[in-house]
């Protein structure tokens, strides 16, 4: 008799035990989600919402305490009033001025403060805290300073009497603009005829501008000394065994590499600036005929005083757009060719 043997019983297959993939992304990731969901939230609430509510409501018929959301028909043409206006026209004018002629005073001033510090045999440290000091200050005080500088009764005329000079300059009280090029031009493009305002340059605004420039020349300066400090020493060498002049070292040498850092520099305060409002608040105002007026200043006034919330968000959103034209595409390029 042949003996037989049985098989062995077949098992049934092991059930996964392992974490699943929900499991593994929280163990990798739960603690950034922890992190970043509240604060995305708060950004979307806090900032974007907001953006889209200031639209909503400049595009109603909200003035006056009640809050009014209907639509103000024909759509669009709270922006249409708002451009066509004088007042707002003068702040575009003026805000634009502003900002070139602080951007290029500001640099300039910051860029000759970094390469005499960096050069500086001694006190380095101390001449770089002296020059940076300014930018410490809060814009309301260095606008009331300046205000009592360039009043014309005091300050920067006194000075100018006591070195005998007979000139007195009406500073942050002189309405003149002076290059208008407004009605040649409103010759040349369609637009013309909507133009409202003289597109010069005021004189009342000048003075906003040098101060300004002299609190936020340190903040350029920093900005230009991190960016000195960081290029090899091995260059000023190599400049001078080629027998390249302290000049031409800098010209050739030093500006080419600082260029990344002065567009940086320009971008930031661009930003600064178009936004202004507290300094030229404190400092000029409205000024006469509108001289020294700023977008900032035209919000606050529409929104808390006339209490024509739908102007007051319209020009709001203009003032947003502004700031958008100049860092959108600075984001864009820096984060272009990026690895995620």
Known sequence: MTATTAAPPTQAPALRTGPGRFSRFWDRHGFQVLVLVPILALVGIFVYGFIAYSVRVSLSQWTGLTPNLAVKEPIGSTYTQLLSSARFQTDLRNIVIFTVLFLVLAVVIGLALALLVHNALAGRAFFRSVFLFPYALSFIVTGVVWRWIFTPSTGANLILQWLGIDVKPRWITDPTVVGDVSAALGQVIPFGAVIQTKLGIPLALLP??????????????????????????????????????????????????????????????THVSLKSFDLVYAMAGQGPGFATDVPGIFVFEQTFRALRYNTGAAASVVMLLLVSAVMVPYLYRSTKGVKR
Request: glycine letters at 6%.
């Open 208 to 269: 906003v501008v040098i101060a300004a420039a002299w609190q936020l020349g340190g903040f350029a300066m920093a900005n230009f000394l991190a960016a000195l400090t960081g290029m090899p020493a091995e260059l000023k060498e190599a400049a001078s065994l080629d027998g390249a002049s302290s000049f031409q070292y800098h010209r050739h040498v030093v500006m080419p590499l600082l260029r990344p850092m002065i567009v940086v520099v320009l971008i930031l305060l």
